[in-house]
């Protein structure tokens, strides 16, 4: 049985583009951060999140250009105004460019049924939770169909996606 790589592997084997689609309104509502958050304690994510930070913090110092699209219902869930609250000490400083479309915004866009990251257009790891967000397991293919519907689906919402400093939340 052969090993899925590590985020921070597949991000070193990277050399030019790593992109993420998240479709949920919630995920691991059990993330410590996110419980400190909902009791308003004050969060650094560049420090809370320090390894995630230095591992895109790497790539995009290579040229790797990160990029997250975030499709979500408006008005938006409590845990998706805690990702936004986060998005610039977290995502932004890091070096990710960082996408926001409304649910009602994507009705004709065809995207696959599971999140994802896509690495240099041709390998996907897909993102797999239980329905309450928890449990993530992931998937890796090098499916060239699959890798071809979420390079359009990514692309396709990044287009029509708000970049994170103009998004209000609803």
């Not at 000490?89 to 990251?117: C, K, Q, Y």
């Not at 169909?145 to 103009?166: D, N």
């Amino acid at each position: 049985m052969t090993r899925t790589p590590t985020f921070e592997e597949l991000f070193r084997d990277c050399q030019r583009t790593a992109v993420h689609l998240e479709m949920r309104d919630a995920y691991m509502k059990s993330d410590p951060a996110f419980i400190d958050w909902r009791a308003s304690v004050v969060l650094d994510p560049a420090e809370r999140w320090a390894d995630w930070h230095a591992i895109v913090t790497e790539a995009t110092s290579r040229g790797v250009e990160v990029r997250r699209a975030r499709v979500v219902s408006t008005p938006v869930s409590e845990y998706i105004r805690f990702e936004y609250d986060v998005t610039d000490g977290l995502n932004i400083a890091a070096g990710e460019g960082v996408r926001w479309l409304s649910r009602r915004n994507a009705t004709d866009i065809a995207l696959p049924g599971n999140d994802f990251w896509l690495f240099d257009s041709h390998l996907v790891l897909v993102n797999h939770f239980d329905g309450e967000g928890e449990n993530m397991e992931v998937e890796l293919t090098e499916d060239p169909e699959v890798a071809k519907l979420c390079e359009s689906a990514f692309e396709a919402v990044w287009q029509r996606a708000t970049p994170h400093a103009a998004f209000e939340l609803a």
